[in-house]
């Protein structure tokens, strides 16, 4: 899965914290859907390794394996039920 997120702090140790706007099911036409779920989507703050040497403030693609995204997804939906 690729994002695109926004750098917003630096850290010596080749990682940064990066900021991910969340989609919501209907690519943010929530009117069109009914479901209201715009409320649920709020931004996720990440510390991710800087390879590309990203500066404060740049706008970066992250990467992550599907399967990865699939499991954590999983046990945010299916653990409460």
């Known amino acids: 899965m690729t ?4 750098v917003i702090k630096i ?3 080749k990682t940064a ?3 991910v706007e969340r989609q919501t099911a209907c690519g943010h036409n929530c009117s069109s859907c ?3 779920c715009s409320q649920m989507f709020k931004n996720v703050t990440v510390k991710a390794q800087n390879t590309a040497d990203a500066k404060l403030g740049e706008r970066v693609e992250l990467y992550s394996p599907t399967r990865k ?3 954590a997804a999983a046990l945010v939906y299916l653990v409460p039920i």
């Open 3 to 6: 994002q695109i997120a926004k």
């Open 17 to 19: 914290l990066v900021e």
């Open 69 to 71: 995204v699939l499991g």
């Open 11 to 13: 850290f010596e140790d």
């Open 34 to 36: 009914g479901a209201n």
